[in-house]
Nanobody, 124 residues
Framework: QVQLEESGGGLVQAGGSLRLSCTVSALAFDSFQMGWFRRAPGQEREFLAS????????YYANSATGRSSISRDNAKNTVYLKMNSLKPDDTAVYYC?????????????????WGRGTQVTVSS
C-alpha cells in the first residue's frame, strides 16, 4: 500500500524556519513528480511547490517563491520543503503528494497519492 508520511511540522515563531519531510513507501519514487500543498483553516488546499522526478526542475507558487525551497533525495524516497521567514499566515496543514503528468503539476488533480498532512503553526 502506497504511503506518504509528512513530518517536521510544529510550532514556530514568526520569522523562523522549518524543514518538512515526506517519506514515501511502496511507490517507484523516482518515477513520480512530488508536490507540497497546504490548507489553512477555512480555506481550500493551496499549491506551494513541485519537483520533477529527477529533481532537476522545480516550480513554485507565488506565495512560496523566495521563501521556500523544495528538494528530494531519491535514495531515501523523501521530498523536503524548507520554509524561511515564516509568518502567522503560513499556519496550515501541509501535505505532500505524488503524481505523474504534465509539468508543472500545480493542481490537486495532477496528483494521485497524498499524505495525511503535518500541522505548522506560526506564532506572532
Amino acid at each position: 500500500q502506497v504511503q506518504l508520511e509528512e513530518s517536521g511540522g510544529g510550532l514556530v515563531q514568526a520569522g523562523g524556519s522549518l524543514r518538512l519531510s515526506c517519506t514515501v513507501s511502496a511507490l517507484a519514487f523516482d518515477s513520480f513528480q512530488m508536490g507540497w500543498f497546504r490548507r489553512a483553516p477555512g480555506q481550500e488546499r493551496e499549491f506551494l511547490a513541485s519537483i520533477s522526478e529527477s529533481g532537476y526542475r522545480e516550480y513554485y507558487a507565488n506565495s512560496a517563491t523566495g521563501r521556500s525551497s523544495i528538494s528530494r533525495d531519491n535514495a531515501k524516497n523523501t521530498v523536503y520543503l524548507k520554509m524561511n521567514s515564516l509568518k502567522p499566515d503560513d499556519t496550515a496543514v501541509y501535505y505532500c503528494a505524488a503524481g505523474q503528468g504534465t509539468w508543472p503539476p500545480v493542481t490537486n488533480t495532477a496528483y494521485t497519492y497524498w499524505g495525511r498532512g503535518t500541522q505548522v503553526t506560526v506564532s506572532s
